[in-house]
């Protein structure tokens, strides 16, 4: 087993590129996995704007790095620097996932195949044949709505804010290019949540609204939530977010964020390692430990 913070001349690195990143759980989640595995390898996150890229991307090969996490505000950003992707960052639009194969510079998005395996494993949810609402359409947001169109949802209808009106547009012209008519209704009105809310029983904020240190805010009003929804929230600090404690009193299912936020990690590990298998249980122990940490 190897030594807490042991860095030998052959270690291999990982890493995630961000602002912020400084508050990040997936440092203590990989590092876990890899001193559960025996690796030689260290996971750092690095406060990297848009404008450092061009001088970042280029270095990272040559400084032994192996793979890479890209979170906001970079996810569409550091397309421009990789030499190809993956079918579903291509169609995403967004990469979270980096790595090098075969002297090529490749990205992926794992965050809608870690959502979609949360919500049937953890979740118990079967998204086939359902009618999802979703709230926003940034990088996260995207990745799911392509996962859930391959895992067989019915329909998927979009609300945001009227500031990301063209975002919402793009991302519901994306998703019909994938498959016809999948996303018919888009709304940046508040007054039409109610509504939405009776036509579809899946419902999911992939916005930051109830990120720390915003605990209190909910992205619509949730007296409109019923029993029969299924409601998951991307956010996982905190973990128990207000729209998912208020999901329950209505005695709605809920799928808390940590669990996209695991298995889109665990997805990462595979393209960084050709296939590895991560130690699952370890990195879902970390996630909770430092979870409750946070939040206690």
């Not at 949360?118 to 118990?124: F, N």
């Not at 990088?139 to 709505?145: E, I, P, Q, S």
């Not at 996303?183 to 579809?200: F, H, M, R, Y």
């Amino acid at each position: 087993m190897l030594k807490e913070k042991t860095f030998w001349a052959d270690t291999e690195f990982f890493g995630l590129l961000g602002s912020p990143v400084r508050k990040s759980l997936s440092p203590a989640m990989h590092n876990s996995n890899f001193k559960s595995l025996g690796m030689n390898a260290v996971y750092t996150p690095y406060e990297v704007t848009a404008e450092e890229l061009p001088k970042v991307v280029p270095a990272l090969g040559a400084m032994r790095f192996k793979g890479l996490n890209v979170t906001m505000p970079l996810k569409q950003e550091i397309i421009k620097y990789l030499d190809e992707l993956d079918e579903i960052a291509s169609l995403c639009n967004a990469v979270n996932t980096v790595y090098w194969k075969d002297g090529k510079l490749c990205g992926s998005n794992t965050d809608g195949v870690g959502f979609v395996h949360g919500l049937k494993e953890q979740g118990r949810y079967d998204p086939t044949g359902k009618h999802c609402l979703l709230f926003g359409a940034g990088g996260a947001a995207r990745g799911v709505a392509f996962a859930l169109c391959a895992a067989g949802i019915s329909s998927i209808t979009l609300w945001g804010r009227a500031s990301g009106y063209e975002k919402i547009q793009k991302l519901a012209s994306d998703l019909n290019s994938y498959r016809v008519g999948v996303c018919k209704v888009q709304s940046t009105e508040a007054g039409d949540i109610p509504n939405l809310l009776k036509e579809n029983e899946l419902v999911i904020n992939g916005t930051s609204v109830g990120m720390a240190p915003n605990t209190d805010a909910t992205v619509f009003d949730t007296s409109y939530l019923e029993s029969r929804h299924m409601v998951c929230d991307l956010v996982y600090v905190p973990h128990d977010t207000k729209m998912l404690r208020e999901a329950e009193a209505k005695g709605a299912r809920t799928l808390m964020g940590y669990w996209m936020t695991i298995w889109q990690g665990a997805e990462a590990f595979r393209r960084w390692t050709g296939g590895k298998e991560p130690d699952v249980e370890i990195m879902t122990k970390t996630m909770l430990e430092h979870l409750t940490r946070k939040e206690g």
